[in-house]
């Protein structure tokens, strides 16, 4: 909602702006959730619950021991461009859209682009070898990192000793890239506040490579943790609330209202609707 009003505010001002959905659709999970898929789900089940039998089974996997290695196994199958890995990757990424979509919806949030962490996935050599010919990569513990000592900063991790690439390699291939393709005035990251040491650490590499921009147009518009009753929201520890139930009893709420003070109004579900969804949206702007 945040970003969606920048959007809007910034529209409004004269800019021409590009919303971008930064999917987080890389990574282990999608090599458990697979494992986790052949080893207990069935198409049907998939088909007929969605993104819950897709969590369900991907809690079940990350909770699992013996399935650890089995999901290293697929997601490497899946960066080697596996046939089968591809094909479920891409139905499961298929499915969660759809899911998200109707939510996007409901809260009238569009967007330009969604190319996330995948679509960086071939972007990732040329910044690496980049760093390297500037002199700024360094080898530690067969790692490779961005010494900032001296800007008060832990190093930035460019590559794991297995050669996998990271946020910050992701982040630093899709600045680059967004500047080429917008060649934009601001990038506005809206991305809670534990991620702040990130932003700082890649904006600082983005610098050191000699990219100007990135000091005066690049800024992490940050918010607090979303929790509930206390306690932050994990996936992985399978403490979640969906963002569409809660949209859901508002609308509830907001027509057991309307139905006890003007009972009969007329286009009664539409105006509990926008009542319900406009009151949580308008809770967590004001937060």
């Given at each position: 909602m945040i970003g969606n009003s920048l959007y809007k505010i910034f529209n409004f001002l004269g800019y021409n702006c590009v919303g971008i959905n930064h999917l987080g659709d890389w990574g282990t999970q999608f090599g458990k959730m697979i494992a986790g898929y052949?080893?207990?789900?069935?198409?049907?089940?998939?088909?007929?619950?969605?993104?819950?039998?897709?969590?369900?089974?991907?809690?079940?996997?990350?909770?699992?021991?013996?399935?650890?290695?089995?999901?290293?196994?697929?997601?490497?199958?899946?960066?080697?461009?596996?046939?089968?890995?591809?094909?479920?990757?891409?139905?499961?990424?298929?499915?969660?859209?759809?899911?998200?979509?109707?939510?996007?919806?409901?809260?009238?949030?569009?967007?330009?682009?969604?190319?996330?962490?995948?679509?960086?996935?071939?972007?990732?050599?040329?910044?690496?070898?980049?760093?390297?010919?500037?002199?700024?990569?360094?080898?530690?513990?067969?790692?490779?990192?961005?010494?900032?000592?001296?800007?008060?900063?832990?190093?930035?991790?460019?590559?794991?000793?297995?050669?996998?690439?990271?946020?910050?390699?992701?982040?630093?291939?899709?600045?680059?890239?967004r500047k080429k393709t917008y060649n934009f005035d601001k990038m506005l990251y809206v991305v809670a506040y534990h991620q702040s040491l990130h932003f700082k650490q890649f904006f600082k590499v983005l610098e050191l490579m000699g990219y100007e921009w990135a000091?005066?147009?690049?800024?992490?518009?940050?918010?607090?943790?979303?929790?509930?009753?206390?306690?932050?929201?994990?996936?992985?520890?399978?403490?979640?609330?969906?963002?569409?139930?809660?949209?859901?009893?508002?609308?509830?709420?907001?027509?057991?209202?309307?139905?006890?003070?003007?009972?009969?109004?007329?286009?009664?579900?539409?105006?509990?609707?926008?009542?319900?969804?406009?009151?949580?949206?308008?809770?967590?702007?004001?937060?």
């Open positions: 052949l080893k207990w789900g069935s198409r049907e089940e998939v088909e007929k619950k969605g993104i819950d039998e897709l969590v369900r089974l991907y809690v079940m996997a990350d909770k699992d021991e013996s399935m650890q290695e089995e999901g290293k196994a697929w997601f490497k199958k899946i960066e080697d461009n596996d046939e089968t890995a591809i094909e479920l990757f891409n139905w499961f990424k298929k499915l969660t859209m759809a899911d998200a979509e109707k939510t996007y919806a409901l809260l009238n949030v569009k967007f330009d682009s969604y190319a996330g962490e995948s679509f960086y996935n071939d972007k990732i050599q040329p910044v690496v070898d980049e760093l390297e010919a500037k002199g700024l990569l360094e080898d530690s513990d067969g790692a490779k990192i961005v010494r900032l000592d001296d800007y008060d900063m832990p190093p930035c991790l460019i590559l794991k000793n297995d050669g996998a690439s990271l946020y910050a390699t992701r982040d630093i291939a899709a600045a680059l890239y000091a005066s147009s690049m800024v992490h518009v940050e918010f607090g943790m979303v929790s509930y009753e206390g306690k932050a929201l994990s996936t992985r520890k399978g403490y979640t609330v969906y963002l569409d139930d809660v949209l859901d009893r508002a609308i509830e709420k907001a027509g057991a209202i309307m139905d006890e003070k003007s009972p009969n109004l007329p286009g009664r579900d539409e105006v509990a609707k926008s009542v319900g969804v406009g009151a949580v949206v308008f809770y967590i702007l004001f937060n």
